[in-house]
């Protein structure tokens, strides 16, 4: 079955995805840059390919692509400690803060929640790395707001299911070296951890993990039942909740590491009917391997009681692409 997603009450298919485009110093505004080179406007989107030309179009391609206002806010909100506590040598570290003022209040201020923009391949270059670039404004956000090696851009490849037009939604992620959260961020909040139990709880260790095999001895999705190879996986995650949060057994599910990963990234989520929902910024062929499908049921998923923290779930972590 074709995934769909809804953005401001249009559908489309979704055809396929570029799944991660680094965002390399090059790329970025001066401002915005660790090494010395000077700005480059155009991205490179990987090496010429079957499947790439299958995915942007035949040299030389020019793509209708757009950006969503919502997805730049979330992205701003998301670096803002990086770009207020640097872990990073910026070029301009000390005005990144004001900068940061700057920019965000411009994103808000954008009138429409679809920021168009057209691109083109840089076909003039030669040999095997291929290209994109733009004179458009908005294409310039990406330079402008993006730091680089903990940015990234994953791209949907869309059809809209009306007007079977061909469109290119790009989205920032962030990702801070590997981790969900900033460092600055985990270690304040292990600071501030009243207890041993509560810092435990970060790791799905002590208490917590206990209780949460009281409650759940098993990965609801692989029915494995060695808790040798179980994680205890927040649905809010540690960070960002509350004391209580942090150590309640119902803000979890056991899980298999690998449904851990795509749980706590973002990647997959679930709906209180017990069914998986999983992003479309990961690709079929990656979901096929891994042995999970869009809207399969998970009849011992147990959400009773875990409501509320799906719903934060679903609204903040899962990498939806639309509506919800």
Not at 206 to 219: A, E, H, T
Request: charged content about 30%.
């Amino acid at each position: 079955m074709q995934q769909q997603i809804t953005i401001d009450n249009q559908i489309f298919d979704v055809l396929d995805v570029k799944e991660k485009i680094t965002i390399a110093d090059s790329f970025v505004v001066n401002s915005n840059k660790i090494g010395r080179g000077n700005g480059e406007a155009k991205l490179y989107v990987g090496n010429d390919s079957e499947e790439l030309r299958w995915f942007f179009g035949k040299r030389p391609f020019e793509i209708k692509c757009f950006l969503l206002k919502k997805d730049l806010i979330k992205y701003l909100q998301d670096t803002q400690i990086e770009y207020q506590k640097p872990e990073q040598f910026y070029r301009s570290k000390d005005k990144l803060p004001d900068l940061f003022e700057e920019r965000f209040e411009r994103i808000k201020s954008l009138p429409d929640n679809i920021v168009l923009f057209e691109a083109e391949e840089q076909d003039q270059i030669a040999g095997p790395r291929i290209y994109i670039n733009s004179s458009n404004s908005f294409y310039q956000i990406l330079r402008e707001l993006s730091l680089p090696n903990i940015t990234y851009i994953s791209v949907l490849k869309l059809k809209n299911i009306q007007t079977r037009e061909i469109s290119f939604y790009f989205k920032l992620f962030a990702d801070y070296f590997g981790e969900v959260e900033h460092p600055a961020i985990i270690e304040e909040e292990i600071d501030n951890s009243a207890n041993e139990q509560t810092r435990q709880a970060r790791k799905g260790h002590g208490i917590y993990r206990s209780k949460l095999l009281d409650l759940c001895p098993f990965c609801p999705i692989t029915m494995i039942t060695d808790d040798r190879l179980l994680i205890a996986s927040h649905i809010k995650p540690w960070v960002d909740s509350d004391t209580f949060e942090k150590t309640d057994p119902y803000n979890g599910f056991m899980l298999s590491p690998t449904f851990d990963f795509l749980f706590d990234r973002g990647f997959m989520s679930f709906t209180d009917d017990k069914k998986v929902m999983l992003s479309p910024f990961l690709s079929k062929m990656t979901y096929s391997k891994i042995g999970i499908s869009d809207n399969k049921n998970i009849p011992m998923l147990p959400v009773e009681g875990r409501e509320e923290y799906l719903k934060y779930h679903r609204e903040n972590i899962f990498k939806s692409g639309g509506d919800i």
